[in-house]
Every structure is written in C-alpha cells, then in structure tokens.
C-alpha cells in the first residue's frame, strides 16, 4: 500500500535516519593512526548499501517528501562527515574536500530554495555517479591495504569524484538559469 507523500515516519525514512545515528559510529571508528581499519571499511559498506536499500524502499512504498529531503542531507553526513575525519586524520587533502563540500552545500541550499516556491529537484543521475565516486574514494582510504600500499587508488578515486562534483555542479547551475528564463 503506497504512503502519503506527507508521511514522515516510513520503512525508508527510519532506514536513513538510522544512516545519520551511525554515522558518528564510523567517525569514531576511523583510526587516527593513517592505517586504515578493516572494522570501519565494513561500517562504511553498509552505511552505503543502506542507501541503495532506502531508495529501495521508498520506490516500493512511495518517495516523501521527508524522504526527499532526509535520504540527500543523511548522504551528505555521511560523507562529508567521513571526508573531514580523512582530513583530520592525514589521509585526505583538505582542498578536494573543500571543494566538495562548497558543492554540497550550495546545491542543498538551493535544493530549500527551489523547494520553497514548489520545485522538485531530484538528484541527476550525474549526481548518483557523483555520490557512488566520493564513497569509493573513503572506502578506498578505510581500506588498510589501500591506504597503506596502494595510496593512488583512494588520491585517483578522490580526483575523479572532485571532477564529477564540479560537472555535477555545472549541470545543476545550467538547469537553474533555465528555470529563470
């Protein structure tokens, strides 16, 4: 039986606000030691597989408009949460994930923005892959073989996934000034 597009307590709402509750978990399970833990690559896994099966569950039983707005913003904690623990733990640069972060945050302002007046704006498929190459690039830095052997895997991953969020960006800005004309 479809939901309410009002509904805010759903199957895939209670599945990404569970993603945002773990998501502290796996900050604290990165170790500071620039060594990778096989512990947190799990946790990361099935933080991102979570959100392949939310989207699940709200094609199933119907897409919210909570779900809209949580399963984006709990993508972006994650994230960028685990981007900045990187940084802080000398695994990342801070200027990829800067830009990153600009991105993310100037297009879900503009997401409420848009909003307000009405206007849906779901995430491009650009914007999936996007997603998919920063959380490639995190599990490629949790994973110890990587981040201690194979370092280019997670620095290449990290580049890729600055490029897609700029071509990303670029395609949101193209849609917003055609929406103004």
């Given at each position: 039986?479809?939901?309410?597009?009002?509904?805010?307590?759903?199957?895939?709402?209670?599945?990404?606000?569970?993603?945002?509750?773990?998501?502290?978990?796996?900050?604290a399970m990165i170790p500071s030691d620039s060594r990778g833990s096989w512990a947190a690559l799990v946790v990361w896994i099935v933080l991102c597989v979570s959100d392949g099966f939310d989207g699940y569950l709200a094609r199933k039983h119907g897409i919210t408009r909570s779900g809209a707005f949580l399963d984006p913003l709990a993508d972006k904690i994650l994230v960028l949460g685990a981007m900045f623990t990187l940084v802080s733990r000398?695994?990342?640069?801070?200027?990829?994930?800067?830009?990153?972060?600009?991105?993310?945050?100037?297009?879900?302002?503009?997401?409420?923005?848009?909003?307000?007046?009405g206007v849906s704006m779901p995430a491009s498929k650009l914007a999936k892959v996007k997603t998919f190459s920063q959380q490639w690039a995190v599990g490629f830095a949790l994973a110890p073989i990587t981040v201690v052997d194979h370092t280019w895997t997670f620095v290449v991953c990290m580049w890729i996934a600055v490029a897609l969020t700029l071509l990303s960006a670029a395609q949101y800005a193209l849609q917003a000034v055609k929406r103004s004309s």
């Open positions: 039986m479809p939901v309410n597009e009002d509904a805010v307590v759903t199957w895939a709402n209670m599945v990404t606000v569970g993603r945002v509750l773990a998501s502290p978990i796996l900050f000398g695994v990342f640069w801070m200027l990829p994930v800067i830009i990153i972060a600009a991105r993310e945050i100037a297009i879900s302002l503009y997401r409420v923005f848009v909003g307000s007046k």
